[in-house]
T-cell receptor, first 117, second 115 residues
Framework: GAVVSQHPSWVICKSGTSVKIECRSL??????MFWYRQFPKQSLMLMAT?????????EQGVEKDKFLINHASLTLSTLTVTSAHPEDSSFYIC?????????????FGPGTRLTVL | AQKVTQAQTEISVVEKEDVTLDCVYE???????LFWYKQPPSGELVFLIR??????QNEISGRYSWNFQKSTSSFNFTITASQVVDSAVYFC????????????FGSGTRLQVQP
């Protein structure tokens, strides 16, 4: 149980295009999903917290107009990187909390590696 | 604000050696949760353990064991008889019982187990 999927697993795009990343909880409902970014050989940095049916909460320094987050259902959150640039190239990882378990354990997706040319 | 420190950037051991990964945390909250995650080369984060601040019992799961000491704000992780498959980056993380409950990660420790 507690499986989280992400799609796509990797994407290469041209500078200026937009990329959408999906995060799904497959066997549980998640009221809260988190988006992290990880640069090579670095730790995970929280970008935003996504709550079902409400606006996402962004961390300081993260541009909400550039990283659009939508949490339309209890099993799906999407991150759209708008007008991507090479500096946005990174490993993006989502996580979801299992509401029914009532714990703070976050289960992570496999990540999406974004390369912007 | 919360902080997690993993002072060991990289550790290299030979198979069958025991290895301990250190984690020191800082928080003013009295209720918090500590985690360890494993990140193999594939990139996916694998959940290993969750501990709440009121449970200081040490835990053992197979070759893995965890030592939680509130007095020193540490949550160390020991792998006994390490194997090549244990090679990965290990992250210690903390969440508190208020606000967004997001995870604050340490910088990670890269463990290389040589055959």
């Amino acid at each position: 149980g507690a499986v989280v999927s992400q799609h796509p697993s990797w994407v290469i795009c041209k500078s200026g295009t937009s990329v959408k990343i999906e995060c799904r909880s497959l066997d549980f409902q998640a009221t809260t999903m988190f988006w992290y970014r990880q640069f090579p050989k670095q730790s995970l940095m929280l970008m935003a917290t996504s709550n079902e049916g409400s606006k996402a909460t962004y961390e300081q320094g993260v541009e909400k107009d550039k990283f659009l987050i939508n949490h339309a259902s209890l099993t799906l959150s999407t991150l759209t990187v708008t007008s991507a640039h090479p500096e946005d190239s990174s490993f993006y990882i989502c996580s979801a909390q299992d509401r029914d378990r009532g714990t703070d354990t976050q289960y992570f997706g496999p990540g999406t590696r974004l390369t912007v040319l | 604000a919360q902080k997690v420190t993993q002072a060991q950037t990289e550790i290299s051991v030979v198979e069958k050696e025991d290895v301990t990964l250190d984690c020191v945390y800082e928080t003013r909250d009295t209720t918090y949760y500590l985690f360890w995650y494993k990140q193999p080369p594939s990139g996916e984060l694998v959940f290993l353990i969750r501990r709440n601040s009121f449970d200081e019992q040490n835990e053992i799961s197979g070759r893995y064991s965890w030592n939680f000491q509130k007095s020193t704000s540490s949550f160390n992780f020991t792998i006994t008889a390490s194997q090549v498959v244990d090679s990965a980056v290990y992250f210690c993380a903390l969440s508190v019982n208020t606000g967004r409950r997001a995870l604050t990660f340490g910088s990670g420790t890269r463990l290389q187990v040589q055959p």
